[in-house]
Antibody, heavy 116, light 108 residues
Framework: QVQLEQSGAEVKKPGASVKVSCEAS???INWVRQAPGQGLEWMGW????????GVGQKFVGRLTLTTSASRDTAYMGLANLRSEDTAVYYC??????????????WGRGTLVTVSS | DIQMTQSPSSLSASVGDRVTIICRAS??????LNWYQQKPGEAPKVLIY???DLYSGVPLRFSGSGSGTEFTLSISSLQLEDFATYYC??????????FGPGTKVDVK
């Protein structure tokens, strides 16, 4: 499967912010993260055309989803980082069928390490 | 919020075995259910969407069934490349989503 291109690994200190990019070419983009040895956790979604973003309750106030002016790159910003935010962050486009949305194409993932 | 569970959390199997994984939703989600395969160090890949539709390029040994609150992913004859972790994901709440906790399939 074709993969979306994401920015490289980041190391941040607690309390800092991180911004991860995903080349999306005008697609709606979802963000999913995976802590080491853990499962998949949906974070949020952005409609690249309207600019509307939906954020999971756990991330309200910390997660900012944006796109470039040309709408070809999506960004995920996470503020006030803590150690439990250490994870691989994936972007993914959706496929939509009747009554169902699924994550069709995924990025390779960006490892964000939060450590003092 | 919809809660997703999977059983078992892990299983050991041999090449050629038939494998079945169950995913349950805390409320009726119709057929808004998808299955993914993830290998270590890789991004997940979609296998089944809409509970039973096989994604393009996915081998026919994979199949999905179910509706409402109980769903099944089956692998008819396990191959070496199928040892991985499998996740279900509901989209009834779209554009918000919930994944199941995963089922790891390893070598017996």
């Amino acid at each position: 499967q074709v993969q979306l291109e994401q920015s490289g690994a980041e190391v941040k200190k607690p309390g800092a912010s991180v911004k991860v990019s995903c080349e999306a070419s005008g697609s709606d983009i979802n963000w999913v993260r995976q802590a080491p040895g853990q499962g998949l956790e949906w974070m949020g979604w952005m409609d690249s055309n309207s600019g509307y973003a939906g954020v999971g309750q756990k991330f309200v106030g910390r997660l900012t989803l944006t796109t470039s002016a040309s709408r070809d790159t999506a960004y995920m910003g996470l503020a006030n980082l803590r150690s439990e935010d250490t994870a691989v962050y994936y972007c993914a486009t959706v496929g939509i069928t009747l009554n169902n949305w699924y994550f069709r194409l995924w990025g390779r993932g960006t490892l964000v390490t939060v450590s003092s | 919020d919809i809660q997703m569970t999977q059983s078992p959390s892990s299983l050991s199997a041999s090449v050629g075995d038939r494998v079945t994984i169950i995913c349950r939703a805390s409320q009726n989600i119709g057929t808004s259910l998808n299955w993914y395969q993830q290998k270590p160090g890789e991004a997940p890949k979609v296998l089944i969407y809409g509970a039973s539709d096989l994604y393009s390029g996915v081998p026919l040994r994979f199949s999905g069934s179910g509706s409402g609150t109980e769903f099944t992913l089956s692998i008819s004859s396990l191959q070496l490349e199928d040892f991985a972790t499998y996740y279900c994901q509901e989209s009834h709440s779209a554009p918000r989503f919930t994944f199941g906790p995963g089922t790891k399939v390893d070598v017996k």
